[in-house]
């Protein structure tokens, strides 16, 4: 079974520019999380699908970024204009309806720099 | 509010010692707790959990934590420390009335010598 997948792996951006990063959860998983990492901190919640429909944006910083999960399928997540501060690892998890006391399962992250 | 506290930086220990990994959280319900580790290049690997029952969890790879809910503490634990044990591990806590959302720690680098 294939895993958590999400591209690319590392983008490299100058300020103002657009990035759009993709992720592919497991098949059948309706639960779906964007996470970002900045250096040598926690690991910050983003935001949460439930198929198409998003159910926690709690965490998205301001509103240039942009998550979409058309279909409740795969999901991208958009930063328009890209900012020096948004440099980081995004990390996309999924995970199977309803399951509260379950793990999520984690991609390998893509490492956005913003120059 | 939910919060996850790993006051480590860093844990060095030789191969063969015991290693912990600190871990305390505060949460409004019953806390749902999760060790992650992130090996170089990787992405988080699901190490083992706390739910309910008994307070001693074992997880994958030799790894154990203890739930102690009057210390509101979840510390990682194996008894004897391996080279390849060295990573990046993530504690996480979820409100048990809430849906989704698991919040992390700020991760501790586990460093193992020869």
């Known amino acids: 079974e294939a895993g958590v997948t999400q591209f690319p792996s590392h983008s490299v951006i100058e300020k103002g520019q657009t990035v759009t990063l993709r992720c592919d959860p497991i098949?059948?998983?309706?639960?779906l999380y964007w996470y970002r990492r900045v250096m040598g901190k926690e690991i910050k919640f983003l935001l949460h699908?439930?198929?198409?429909?998003?159910?926690?944006e709690s965490g998205m910083p301001n509103n240039r970024f942009l998550a979409e999960r058309t279909g409740g399928t795969y999901s991208t997540l958009k930063v328009q204009p890209a900012e020096l501060e948004d440099s980081g690892v995004y990390f996309c998890?999924?995970?199977?309806?309803?399951?509260?006391?379950?793990?999520?399962?984690f991609g390998e992250g893509s490492r956005l720099t913003v120059l | 509010a939910q919060s996850v506290a790993q006051p480590e930086d860093q844990v060095n220990v030789a191969e063969g010692n015991p290693l912990t990994v600190k871990c305390t959280y505060s949460?409004?319900?019953?806390?749902?707790l999760f060790w992650y580790v992130q090996y170089p290049n990787r992405g988080l690997q699901f190490l083992l959990k706390?739910?309910?029952?008994?307070?001693l969890v074992k997880g994958s790879y030799g790894f154990e934590a203890e739930f102690n809910k009057s210390q509101t503490s979840f510390h990682l634990k194996k008894p004897s420390a391996l080279v390849n044990d060295s990573a990046l591990y993530f504690c996480?806590?979820?409100?048990?009335?809430?849906?989704?959302?698991?919040?992390f720690g700020q991760g501790t680098e586990l460093s193992v010598k020869p």
């Open positions: 098949s059948g998983h309706d639960n």
């Open positions: 706390y739910i309910t029952g008994d307070n």
């Open positions: 699908f439930v198929k198409e429909s998003k159910q926690d």
């Open positions: 949460v409004s319900g019953n806390p749902y």
């Open positions: 996480a806590v979820r409100d048990g009335s809430v849906r989704g959302k698991l919040i």
């Open positions: 998890a999924s995970s199977q309806a309803g399951a509260n006391t379950g793990e999520l399962f």
